[in-house]
């Protein structure tokens, strides 16, 4: 991972590999791993970096994930991604249904609001959508520290990938019951509204085995985010400028 590399190379240790970033829709670092064999990383680290960061400065993500992360996913990420991938794949049969969904909200709502209200309304929408999917599900998973990947059980993995949010009636509206996301990830068939039925089993086996159970309140998990965000940028740019 980023934090390996980095410390590797303070060390003086040589790797038979430069570092290479992994990033996720919105351009947020959020992991790292050694991966072009044959390359030194004082060779490919400096200049790597220095091109990377006139685009795409990593180490000030947490400042600008507020103008490309949530607001832009699911009105423009998502949109641009599903609707390329059926046309590259020629899933034309599913791109005519999704198209028809934008012709079927139109018919709908252009005759109350007009063509330009509809299509502000409609961005609207996803804007909304994009803030709370974001948000709700990057609590869980960004925020976890997994620099060293042991050898694990699946039990284990998932405790190790995933946390909750402390269960109360706002917490359990306001993501949908995804607070308990650790009962879902063990459990992913299993309806929602049941995890947290299931929850203290779960409790109960991690304690026996000497497994940590991670929960926290609503905010500190989504400052948690930042938090995270700003940590791996500092590392990115450690590893690839050496500083």
């Known amino acids: 991972m980023l934090a390996g590399a980095a410390r590797s190379q303070r060390a003086g240790r040589a790797q038979p590999w430069g570092p290479r970033v992994q990033t996720d829709r919105t351009g947020m670092v959020t992991a790292g791993r050694a991966g072009v064999p044959g390359r030194s990383p004082s060779l490919l680290s400096p200049q790597y970096g220095k091109k990377k960061l006139k685009y795409l400065p990593y180490n000030h993500q947490h400042e600008y994930f507020f103008l490309v992360g949530p607001p832009l996913l699911i009105p423009v990420y998502f949109q641009y991604q ?76 998932q405790l190790a990938a995933t946390c909750n949010v402390e269960q109360s009636f706002f917490n359990d509206w306001f993501s949908g019951h995804l607070n308990f996301q650790i009962e879902h990830h063990l459990f992913p068939t299993m309806p929602r509204h049941n995890f947290h039925k299931v929850a203290p089993l779960v409790k109960s086996l991690c304690a026996k085995h000497g497994i940590q159970y991670q929960e926290k309140p609503l905010l500190q998990a989504l400052q948690d985010i930042i938090r995270s965000l700003r940590k791996s940028g500092k590392l990115w740019l450690d590893a690839y400028l050496h500083k």
């Open 82 to 157: 599903i609707i390329t991938a059926m046309i590259v794949r020629r899933d034309w049969v599913d791109l005519a249904w999704a198209l028809s969904y934008y012709t079927r909200f139109f018919v709908t709502y252009a005759p109350f609001y007009g063509v330009l209200g509809a299509v502000i309304f409609l961005n609207f929408i996803r804007f909304l959508e994009s803030h709370w999917f974001v948000w709700v599900t990057q609590m869980n998973h960004i925020v976890m520290e997994i620099d060293h990947e042991p050898f694990r059980d699946w039990f284990s993995s």
